[in-house]
């Protein structure tokens, strides 16, 4: 009985070093500040989901935001003498286990649906509410997460525009005669509504850096902030099997030259319709997403990555298993409408190099939606792009207000992107083209139950985002500025085939400059109000000018968001 109490601890402790963090939570969003000090090493490259965002902070660290609980995972029970072999060396030999949240969501539009990056929540006009909790076990190499998603959305009616998309619950647009058909939804149904999403949860088994799991986990695709190409939660989660390569150091053996660190993905997954899509599908079939994603940080350039994200879209078909291996082809072949069985394939290319020294971020990503015929001559046909960058400003109020006693420092950090998705113009000389996000044969487009699996606004447009962030000790208050035009291409595909001169003066009339652009103006608070616990207040104003695309027609939105958390 004494050699079995000396093996083994039953004791709960905290692994303190350790914090998993849920995608563009205030925790995770925290820690990737202070990657920019170098006082913590993002645990990934280009592919993150809440599994793979584990941040290892020393706890002798000074930090501003040390006197707040930013949650823990607690060890369980774990071998005092662990076996020693090639095997079990890459094992954790314990269990261990952290519970998330739970966390109460609650905003309400006053005209017009506003949200983005918020998994299976629909943030229709009205109240809009959703609950997340759960708990992850982890232990000899499994993890197992649990972390649902319960929603209500108000759903409340508002005007829209029968000319431009003739459902009231579809983007899909008409131009001219043609329909241009993708599973975005306007406005799910007449009613409120319930959801339930597994978000967060999944079963995974990892060995050293080896890593396979299935369950439902979004994964984010590249370095960007609001808007990524390929890979966001904006969407509902999907049901995927992945297999790779976590963040993992490279030496050349018997060398021992430091190669720089890699992160590899492929990922098998299912894609859902809407409800609110079949009068338009051409095929109303479920898709099987098959993607990759690979970076790399090399040694002799500090801070420096750069990575590539690419995905086919196909229906859910057994034979469509081989696009696992055209992942790893320069194969720009598309299946034939006429074979019944479409594709669709998509590109990104990121660079992003991170200066702690002076606590600079900046990046870029490229995309491209299949291929051109003519690559030298015409090699940014379908072309997108997204630059941005973080900064990292100190606030020094001991030195502003020497005379104050117990003044402490500030810090804050100021955010910049600009995505670009509008439709390339050699197009002018081809066909209508809704966008990026959607495909002629594939029709539902890169969504799931009818949102966007990547950017959540300006994805068939424009968008342009800055915010101020100034962090204290209790929490954070920042200041945002976001323009955007969520579709541009459904006034630029009017010109398609057409002249402004000649007789044709009244498409210049009725649609140049006629976009639909959306001006917000934001202002959110978090405060840690106990030690463990936290809320979040945003109010923005939006204000809509050619709502509908109906010059002068401008319309004001009101967003109101509460949110509280509690962190074990």
């Not at 106990?530 to 809509?544: A, G, V």
Request: glycine fraction near 8%; charged fraction near 20%; hydrophobic fraction near 35%.
């Amino acid at each position: 009985m004494k050699k079995l109490l000396l093996g083994f601890t039953f004791l709960i402790l905290i692994a303190g070093l350790f914090a998993q963090e849920a995608l563009k939570s205030t925790e995770e969003e925290y820690y990737d500040f202070l990657s920019l000090t170098g006082d913590v090493e993002r645990p990934t490259l280009g592919y993150r989901t809440l599994s793979d965002s584990v941040w290892k902070l020393d706890e002798d660290t000074d930090h501003i935001w040390s006197g707040n609980n930013l949650g823990s995972t607690k060890v369980i029970w774990e071998s005092s003498s662990p076996a020693e072999n090639w095997f079990t060396n890459g094992l954790y030999q314990g269990f261990k286990y952290k519970i998330f949240g739970p966390e109460w969501f609650n905003s309400y539009n006053t005209a017009a649906p506003y949200g983005q990056n918020d998994g299976a929540l629909w943030q229709g006009r009205g109240y809009n509410t959703a609950l997340t909790t759960g708990a992850r076990i982890e232990g000899y190499g499994f993890e197992l997460t649990f972390k649902p998603q319960v929603s209500w959305s108000q759903n409340l009616e508002f005007e829209t525009n029968p000319d431009i998309y003739p459902s009231p619950y579809s983007h899909t647009f008409k131009s001219g005669t043609v329909y241009l058909p993708i599973d975005l939804v306007q406005r799910y149904g007449e009613s409120s509504f319930w959801n339930y999403d597994w978000g967060d949860s999944e079963l995974r088994w990892s060995w050293h850096s080896l890593t396979f799991g299935f369950g439902n986990q979004s994964p984010w695709l590249g370095p960007a902030i609001l808007n990524p190409m390929l890979g966001s939660n904006n969407a509902a989660s999907y049901t995927k099997f992945d297999a790779g390569l976590r963040k993992l150091k490279v030496t050349l053996p018997f060398l021992y030259w430091d190669l720089g660190t890699i992160e590899g993905r492929i990922w098998v997954g299912k894609l859902k319709s809407s409800d609110y899509f079949a009068e338009f599908a051409k095929r109303n079939e479920d898709r099987m997403l098959t993607a990759m994603s690979a970076s790399y940080e090399p040694s002799f350039i500090p801070g420096f990555t750069f990575g590539l994200n690419r995905i086919f879209n196909t229906y859910w078909r057994t034979e469509n298993l081989k696009y696992i291996l055209r992942l790893f082809t320069d194969d720009h072949k598309n299946a034939l409408a006429s074979s019944g069985n479409d594709e669709d394939q998509k590109v990104s290319l990121f660079v992003e190099w991170i200066f702690p020294q002076v606590g600079l971020d900046i990046y870029g990503e490229y995309g491209f939606d299949d291929f051109s015929g003519y690559k030298l001559t015409n090699p940014f046909h379908t072309g997108i792009y997204t630059v941005g960058a973080k900064q990292l400003i100190p606030i020094n109020l001991k030195k502003l207000f020497p005379n104050i006693q117990n003044n402490y420092d500030l810090s804050s950090e100021i955010m910049f992107e600009w995505n670009n998705f509008e439709m390339s113009q050699d197009f002018q000389f081809q066909w209508a083209y809704l966008g990026y996000y959607a495909h002629g044969f594939v029709n539902q487009g890169y969504t799931q139950k009818g949102q966007i699996v990547g950017a959540g606004s300006g994805a068939f447009g424009n968008s342009q985002f800055i915010q101020y962030k100034v962090l204290y000790p209790k929490g954070y208050t920042s200041f945002k500025f976001h323009r955007y035009c969520p579709n541009n291409n459904a006034i630029l595909s009017q010109a398609i085939n057409q002249s402004a001169n000649n007789g044709k003066a009244q498409l210049y009339t009725d649609w140049y400059a006629n976009y639909e652009a959306y001006y917000v103006y934001g202002i959110k608070t978090n405060l840690h109000i106990l030690y463990s616990l936290e809320m979040n207040f945003e109010f923005d104003y939006m204000k809509i000018y050619n709502k509908n695309y109906k010059k002068q027609v401008n319309e004001d939105n009101l967003y109101f968001c509460l949110d509280f958390k509690y962190v074990f």
